[in-house]
């Protein structure tokens, strides 16, 4: 999975549109593009989506971004969805692992009621929200079975750290939130899951945007998610490895299957270890299209 579009799930024309982009998740919202009296509304919108979209055998990954546990609004949004079968929830404002275990017992109760197997829905969790969830975001590894992948958000952020700004002139992230990446990828790493990067604003500039892809990728980032549709064909290209590098991947693989006591090899001259193994076998695996 390389790209994720968000698409507001009160608009069946943006999510019709969603579901050519070429994007390999969408992201329907529940909450920040929701007014908070169109919630119910969005809500039937989303659970008619998902039920169309899963007979669609080329359909991408689904993904519902449910209203954070701190609003009490959660229930009712996995009440609605949960029985169309979304493939995961995207939880916002996540404070830590316990966040995680609390949306989990939530989805267990509704998934026995709908009669889906235990487990069918993943979580996605928003890890750098708040100014306490960056403290805690050492403690997803091991929070549930259902985490499978973890991302990160400068808005809230900034919103909570009373901030002027998140980005320069120039568009990059400033200090803080370049802190709040880098606790992402820390605790995705340990958690075991997959890092997203979070989206690029102006969706107009599309040199900033690719620059920001290229960053995410080189620094570990398994995808990015966009908030527009002509975000997605830069991301997928940029997270998609190149034939270069699918062939240099390869050949370090190849040649520790060749040697496989060795702790260092050589090729062409240059030496490579085992941690060059691991990002060469990470690299193909991301080469090999998902099913």
Known sequence: MRSLLFVPADSEKKLEKAMASGADALIVDLEDSIALDGKAQARQGAAAFLREAAADAS?????????????????ADLDAIVPARPDAIMLPKAQGGAAVVHADAKLAVREAVAGLPDG?????ALATETAAAL???????GASARLSALTWGAEDLSAELRAEANRDAQGRFLDP??????????????????????????FRDHEGFRRECEE???????????IHPAQVPIINEV?????????????????????????????????????????????????????
């Open 59 to 75: 359909r991408p990954y689904l993904v519902v971004r449910v209203n954070s546990l701190q609003t009490g609004l959660t229930d």
């Open 120 to 124: 069918h829905v993943k979580i996605i």
């Open 135 to 141: 403290f805690l975001a050492g403690t997803f590894a």
């Open 177 to 202: 939130y370049r802190f709040a990446r880098c606790i992402c990828l820390a605790a995705a790493a340990a958690a075991e899951v997959p890092a997203l990067d979070t989206v690029y604003v102006d």
């Open 216 to 226: 995410a990728r080189r620094d570990g980032f398994a995808a990015k998610m966009a």
């Open 239 to 291: 997270f998609t490895p190149t034939g270069e590098a699918v062939a240099r991947a390869q050949a370090i693989v190849d040649a520790f299957a060749a040697n496989p006591d060795a702790g260092v090899v050589g090729i062409g001259g240059v030496m490579f270890d085992r941690p060059h193994l691991a990002r060469a076998k990470r690299l193909l695996a991301r080469a090999v299209p998902e099913t």
